[in-house]
């Protein structure tokens, strides 16, 4: 594909600049490695743009801290020391593995999940962040912590400039509906098929 050429012609009535401002909804799906790797990069991107990022990691245990937090939280440093890219928060809204669920009950999980949703629908509505990343967000449908027509309301009735990217296996059918972007990562060859455990700078 030629640099700036799309495959078909838009008929939507907007202009060129309208649609290069479109607020987006992201879905990272499919069983394979790099679904939350791939949305932090975004969250890079963004705030090189000078955008608003706000990080919202489900299901994961608040004690664990990833690269990529330290990474972000880095940046977060350098904007507000020399203005350079744009404010980060990073938000741990739930505890516990999505393949293992230990701490705590299920009840004490679906709590924070919705307690989670609930802070980024004040944001969406306030339009505090320019970028969403909800990471783990699809385990919360599957589950049936979340209710589905709330969430598919609020993405798609969301004011302003606001993109979201949503990650996750196994992702809503509702949710691939309203997805501007939906890629699903495949899992050709993994080292834990070999018994290898995470690696420092792969996993982590």
Do not use: C
Not at 62 to 87: C, F, M, N, S
């Amino acid at each position: 594909m030629a640099k700036g050429v799309t495959p078909v012609q838009a008929a939507d009535g907007l202009t060129t600049r309208q649609r290069r401002n479109s607020p987006l909804v992201i879905v990272h799906g499919g069983a394979g490695k790099g679904k939350s790797t791939a949305a932090f990069g975004l969250a890079l991107r963004g705030w090189n743009q000078g955008w608003s990022i706000g990080v919202f990691q489900f299901v994961k245990s608040a004690k664990w801290r990833i690269g990529e937090q330290a990474a972000l939280a880095a940046l977060d440093d350098v904007h507000r020391t020399t203005g350079q890219g744009g404010p980060i928060e990073w938000h741990k809204m739930g505890s516990g593995w999505s393949w293992s669920r230990k701490a705590g009950t299920e009840e004490d999980h679906a709590e924070a999940a919705r307690e989670g949703w609930a802070e980024i629908k004040r944001r969406l509505a306030d339009e505090t962040h320019t970028l969403y990343v909800l990471d783990e967000f699809t385990y919360l449908l599957k589950w049936g912590w979340l209710d589905i027509d709330d969430v598919v309301a609020t993405l798609t009735n969301r004011p302003g400039y606001q993109h979201v990217v949503i990650t996750g296996r196994d992702p809503h059918p509702r949710l691939l509906e309203i997805a501007d972007v939906a890629t699903e990562m495949t899992k050709i060859a993994h080292p834990f098929d070999k018994g290898q455990k995470g690696q420092k700078g792969i996993e982590w």
